[in-house]
T-cell receptor
């Protein structure tokens, strides 16, 4: 159980276009989803926290107009990279926290999306 | 503030060797502690966790004990395999109600046959 999927797994786009990444919890309802960015051989950097039905909370230094997050349901969150540029190329990973398990704080991670902006 | 310090890698071991990856933390209150593993090109998989002092998390031969007195959560395995080659991340969940994780920098493990 506790499977999180991401789509697409890999995307290549031209500079100036927008890219949408989906994150789904497949067999559980997620109270909260998180979006991370990972640079090569580095740790994960939290970009934003997404709660169903409310606006995402962005970490300091993350442009909310650049990285649009929508948490449409308890099983789906999307990250849209708007007007992408080569410096946005990265590995984007989402995670989800189970709903209805009291104060459980375990996050389950998706497999990641490799974004390359040409 | 909250932080996680992990030993720097890479760590290179021969198959069947004993593994220790050190992790210490700083936190207010009583965080939950986690070890995640990341294989090349993939997301993170939960390896084990502990939610209170003296708890021992274990999975697939890996173990880690929540030591409050030394603020540590070292990862150990008695006999590593080539398939254990991956990057290992220590993380804490701050007891602030936000459920955010603080990650260590990750330790790359390479096991040679």
């Amino acid at each position: 159980g506790a499977v999180v999927s991401q789509h697409p797994s890999r995307v290549i786009c031209k500079s100036g276009t927008s890219v949408k990444i989906e994150c789904r919890s497949l067999d559980f309802q997620a109270t909260t989803m998180f979006w991370y960015r990972q640079f090569p051989k580095q740790s994960l950097m939290l970009m934003a926290t997404s709660n169903e039905g409310s606006k995402a909370t962005y970490e300091q230094g993350v442009e909310k107009d650049k990285f649009l997050i929508n948490h449409a349901s308890l099983t789906l969150s999307t990250l849209t990279v708007t007007s992408a540029h080569p410096e946005d190329s990265s590995f984007y990973i989402c995670s989800a926290r189970l709903r209805g398990r009291g104060t459980t704080d375990t996050q389950y991670f998706g497999p990641g999306t490799r974004l390359t902006v040409l | 503030g909250n932080s996680v310090t992990q030993m720097e890698g890479p760590v290179t071991l021969s198959e069947e060797a004993f593994l220790t990856i050190n992790c210490t933390y700083t936190a207010t209150g009583y965080p939950s502690l986690f070890w995640y593993v990341q294989y090349p090109g993939e997301g993170l998989q939960l390896l084990l966790k502990a939610t209170k002092a003296d708890d021992k998390g274990s999975n697939k031969g890996f173990e880690a004990t929540y030591r409050k007195e030394t603020t540590s959560f070292h990862l150990e395995k008695g006999s590593v395999q080539v398939s254990d080659s991956a990057v290992y991340f220590c993380a804490l969940s701050a007891p602030s109600g936000t459920y955010k994780y603080i990650f260590g920098t990750g330790t790359r493990l390479k096991v040679l046959a």
